[in-house]
Structures are given as structure tokens and as C-alpha cells.
């Protein structure tokens, strides 16, 4: 019986293609969306700082999800480094360094917080 899954022509022979998890149209059904699903849910409980870098119109993070991550995420900045899709490490290397390098100076001159006394004796 002949596959029909999707497949590609490397230098070392034909390699299926996978379709990306997001693609399988099974929410809850993969680990990967359980994962994604958790991870998210722990994001929106967590004081941690955070940093959101944004392009427009962006691919994943479009400004729609940007604004929901700002509202839900709390203790999160975000910056914006100007245009791009996908591949924003590539088209602005140097603006999202130094918004991180900025960021994280300010993370670092925070006093860390810590409970305070315990009530125990």
C-alpha cells in the first residue's frame, strides 16, 4: 500500500513531511497543544517579568495577539521593532539586542522580592 503522506526529495532520499501540530485541526488532542495550553495558563498567573518583541503586521504575534498577551500576561512590557512577518531575529537583530539588553538592566536594578518574615516561631 502506497503512502499518502506528503513527501519531499532530499540528497538522501525522500523524506516525509509532517504537518506542523497546530495543523491537525485535534485541539487537545496532541501533546504539544496540552503544552502549549499549560504553558499559556502559567503565563497569565505569573508575576515574572516578561517581554513581548513585535513586529507589524507580524505572523504569529499579529497585533491582536499582542494586545491580548499585554492584557493578559501580567508584569509584561513589550516593544515594537518596527515591520516584519516572521523571521524577526533575521530583520532586526541589533534593535531586538538592545531592547532586551535594555529590558534586562531594568529587570536587574529591581530589589528582588521576598516574603516577608514568617509568623512562625
Known amino acids: 500500500m502506497r503512502s499518502t503522506q506528503p513527501r519531499c526529495r532530499t540528497s538522501s532520499g ?29 503565563l497569565q498567573e505569573s508575576r515574572l517579568p516578561k ?23 501580567p508584569n509584561t512590557e513589550s516593544v515594537d521593532v518596527g515591520r516584519g512577518i516572521h523571521f524577526i531575529r533575521e530583520d532586526h537583530p541589533r534593535e531586538i539586542g538592545d531592547a532586551v539588553a535594555e529590558w534586562l538592566t531594568r529587570i536587574l536594578a529591581r530589589p528582588i522580592l521576598r516574603p516577608g518574615p514568617s509568623s512562625r516561631t
Open 51 to 73: 517581554l513581548l518583541v513585535k513586529v507589524k503586521p507580524g505572523a504569529i504575534i499579529t497585533p491582536e495577539v499582542a494586545e491580548w498577551v499585554e492584557d493578559s500576561f
Open 14 to 42: 525522500p523524506k516525509a513531511l509532517l504537518p506542523s501540530p497546530s495543523l491537525r485541526g485535534i485541539p487537545g488532542g496532541t501533546y504539544v497543544h496540552q503544552a502549549v495550553e499549560a504553558y499559556s495558563r502559567w
